[in-house]
């Protein structure tokens, strides 16, 4: 039997127009890179990778032009990409580093070359051309021809990384035949867009929303103007970036733009070329969609939906006018092409999810027991995911089967989160919920009270769990209704202390200690 | 010196209305007393450079040490000041 091996070759033949095309491919404030930049800069790289060795590479950074030039070497070289922000701690690093089976890290920012990253040898990302005739110390000449290998549809082109249960990072694998068929994807979603100007560089690369934007770009030969996210809050700065840029397409999570509105500069005024944006990640709400076309008038707006397993999103819609005025919630389209969603039924009525085809990905790293669960057969996804269809083959998202929730994006599971909190000493019980301005996490828990011992509890659960899993509000009492079950009656448990006593705030911070006073 | 305190206060309760002036004061932490989050540093900075005349943050880069406290964001916008006065 052979295998197929035509995905590497189509996202190959993408990379091959870069050469010799001295657009601009990507735009950050430490510096830009032009099509042929990216191009030499990542064949060379790519070189070196295919001659040394085949395991799978992290690639360190955050917007640095470097990222994408680390991405595109893994890429063409074979090596499966696990990329991993800066502000990522240290023992997250090197718990990714072995669930993935990592052998090699490049180092994509600025600034001196840390000896190791998450235990592994860390190799700079290098920009220019070393000198004719250089040799790199792992005895690769610096002008050698790439000789790469060629590379299954089943191989894995990268890696993501999600918070699993215990704070165990669960990685999510897609091949090169997802990933080629994603492009696909993306190259019909552009038909529809303006094709010129920039593309938004809003997402992080360890998310996968950020996909649309590479892809969008490559595809297009346009460049990403990737805003730093040290300057988040710098709004107006990265307003008038896009504008110099003439920003066209947008990309982010419902949440990102409903930051950006709160400037009244965010309109049609300042960026007069802006024609469509994209969403994806979490629900989009009529009021956002309604709010954006007062702000920006006659803008397209795309609705995506789909989990991480199934590269990205399976399924799109442009919104109309008529779906704000349906009683319905907001549709999330048809499937893409080579992607089918069917509804599974439930006990309760409701159906869920299920997605079959082309988009589903290889699954769980080390974790055979949800792999089966959730991958059930060949080619097919459990989504966790309510939803239903109506006559024109468009789907709706009618919320999940398990508690996870979405905020800013990431995927948080308060059952796990509640189940840590548990396993911590003094703890009786706890509630995680999200707060009513959609926001912030916050904890409710019977037994600790004060603020020291909250904070205690905050810190601990801090050590195990992503930032973006740590609850920002802590509430404690020692006291507690029953319900008609005898358990803890959540809802009056939570109301109780919602009027009492002020919640104690919990930082996130990255570098390891995760409390404040 | 000029210090900014004054109107950061007062930019933090049109932002949160249940806090009172007298209830903040230069070392209140933006994220442990506060709960602040990237959302409400979004509304402060944009509220700072209507109220603070001439304050804009045009390209600065922000530090999270600028952000830390009433009184370290009261210094940075004195240090933007000075450089927005010596580039007019």
């Given amino acids: 039997m052979t295998c197929a091996v035509t995905a590497h070759l189509s996202l190959r033949a993408v990379f091959d127009r870069f050469a010799g095309h001295t657009g601009l491919a990507y735009w950050h404030e430490d510096g830009q890179l032009s099509y042929r930049d990216l191009h030499n800069a990542a064949s060379r790289l790519a070189a070196r990778l295919a001659g040394n060795g085949s395991g799978p590479v992290l690639i360190h950074g955050h917007k ?102 215990t704070g165990q990072p669960k990685g999510i694998a897609i091949s090169y035949g997802n990933l080629a068929d994603f492009a696909d994807w ?37 460049p990403i103007v990737a805003p730093d996210h040290r300057d988040i809050f710098n709004i107006r700065k990265h307003l008038d970036r896009y504008r110099d840029h003439k920003l066209t397409t947008w990309v982010s999570t419902p949440a990102l733009a409903l930051h950006w509105l709160k400037d009244r500069r965010f309109d049609a005024g300042t960026l007069p070329d802006l024609h469509t944006m994209l969403f994806c990640g979490e629900v989009l709400t009529k009021s956002l ?32 006018p008529e779906h704000l005025a349906d009683s319905r919630p907001l549709p999330i389209g048809p499937p893409r092409t080579g992607t089918r969603l069917r509804r599974a039924s439930a006990a309760s009525g409701l159906d869920e999810l299920i997605i079959e085809g082309k988009s589903v990905g290889l699954g769980y790293l080390g974790d055979p027991e949800r792999q089966a669960s959730a991958f059930p057969a060949a080619a097919t996804y459990r989504t966790g995911d309510w939803g239903d269809c109506d006559g024109m083959g468009n789907w709706f998202f009618a919320g999940r089967k398990d ?32 707060h009513p301005n959609g926001k912030q996490l916050r904890a409710f828990l019977l037994g600790p009270t004060g603020r020291d011992a909250l904070l205690a509890i905050g810190r601990r659960l801090g050590r195990d769990m992503a930032p973006h899993m740590v609850p920002k509000l802590w509430y404690g009492a020692d006291g507690f209704e029953m319900n008609a079950n005898s358990k803890l009656d959540r809802g009056r448990f939570v109301e109780r202390m919602e009027g009492g006593t002020p919640a104690v705030y919990v930082e996130r911070e990255t570098s390891g200690t995760v409390a404040a006073e | 010196m000029t210090d900014y305190s004054a109107q950061i206060i007062e930019a933090i309760c049109e932002i949160d209305e249940t806090r009172s002036p007298g209830s903040l004061g230069p070392q209140t932490r933006f994220e442990a007393d506060l709960g602040f989050d ?45 450089e927005l006065r010596v580039a007019a």
């Fill in chain 1, 64 to 165: 640095d032009r470097r990222f994408l030039i680390a991405y595109w070497a893994c890429l063409l070289s074979g090596r499966t990409i696990v990329p991993v922000e800066l502000d990522q701690r240290s023992e997250r690093i090197r718990q990714i580093a072995r669930v993935s089976g990592a052998t090699l890290a490049l180092f994509a920012a600025p600034g001196s070359l840390p000896g190791r990253v998450g235990d592994l040898p860390a190799w700079p990302v290098e920009i220019e051309a070393p000198a004719p005739g250089w040799v790199h110390v792992d005895g690769i000449a610096s002008d050698a021809a790439p000789v790469l290998p060629e590379i299954r549809d089943t191989a894995a082109a990268y890696v993501l990384f999600s918070s699993g249960t």
């Fill in chain 1, 186 to 222: 993306a190259g019909t979603l552009l038909a529809g867009m303006d094709p010129t100007g920039c593309i938004s560089g809003n997402v992080r690369y360890c998310f996968d929303v950020s996909l649309f934007e590479m892809w969008f770009a490559w595809l297009s030969l346009r």
């Fill in chain 1, 289 to 320: 969609v309604e709010t954006l076309w007062s702000r920006f008038p006659g803008l397209r707006i795309i609705n995506t939906y789909g989990p991480t397993e199934c590269t990205v999103a399976v399924t799109s819609i442009e919104i109309r």
């Fill in chain 1, 403 to 434: 508690r996870e929730i979405k905020l800013n994006g990431y995927r948080i599971d308060l059952n796990i989160l509640e189940a840590a909190l548990r396993g911590i000493d003094g703890v009786k019980d706890a509630v995680v919920d999200l």
């Fill in chain 2, 38 to 82: 990237s959302g409400s540093f979004i509304e402060l900075f944009l509220i700072l450079e209507e109220t603070v005349e001439g304050f804009t943050l045009g390209s600065a880069r922000l530090a999270p040490e600028d952000f830390s406290t009433i009184q370290a964001l009261s210094d940075f916008i004195v240090r933007r000041m000075i």
